[in-house]
């Protein structure tokens, strides 16, 4: 994961020029013109949220971004990502309470982050392969008074790209839940079923 984390910030600050060349760059293969084509629905359909959230009360906000993470965020491998070597370990039932505890959250992090937004579009910055063969995709979000970069980790689930994780101003979302997991792993000696049974409802 630190490699991951690593690859996407070097693409941050190295690569983004070269990455907005790729629209040319991809229409010479119609396998990367496809995967381009997947990228943009992606984007559009999280910019539908976003303007759909635009100057909504509290709960509509909330429903926005439930919608949200169901239809462009792949809930399931953050949890698997964020539980590292505890996931294996975890009954069934305590995977469906982590899985929902991390659904959770992301759903609230997502509410503090557009409590305020105007249904401006995200900008497109760029986008280009990992090694792995995710597509990362870098975009600018502007309201509220100020400006964020978001980075999105996408991944063909087997019908469309979802974001296997989001760096919201360089910070991993992915990895912020896998330091809080450590923690409360930490706290209990490594007992998996007192630190799921202590994660926050």
């Known amino acids: 994961m630190r490699r991951l984390l690593r690859e996407m910030r070097q693409l941050w600050r190295r690569h983004w020029p070269l990455a907005l060349l790729l629209p040319a760059i991809l229409a010479a293969s119609p396998a990367h013109a496809e995967a381009n084509q997947q990228v943009e629905e992606f984007l559009s359909q999280v910019n539908g949220h976003l303007a759909m959230m635009a100057r909504q009360p509290s709960g509509g906000v909330n429903l926005g971004c439930t919608r949200l993470m169901a239809s462009s965020v792949n809930i399931d491998a953050i949890a ?4 590292a070597d505890s996931w294996p370990r975890m009954t069934p039932q305590q995977r469906v309470a982590y899985r929902s505890f991390i659904e959770h959250r992301a759903v609230r992090e997502c509410v503090r982050q557009n409590q305020d937004h105007t249904g401006a579009p995200l900008t497109l910055i760029g986008m280009r392969q990992s090694q792995s063969g995710d597509w990362m995709l870098a975009t600018r979000s502007s309201h509220g008074g100020g400006s964020h970069n978001i980075i999105w980790r996408l991944r063909d689930d087997g019908h469309r790209l979802r974001a296997i994780d989001i760096l919201f101003d360089g910070r991993s979302t992915m990895l912020i839940f896998r330091e809080e997991t450590k923690s409360l792993l930490d706290r209990y ?9 202590a994660l926050p409802r």
């Open 189 to 197: 000696n490594g007992n998996i079923g007192m630190m799921v049974d």
């Open 80 to 83: 698997h990502g964020a539980a």
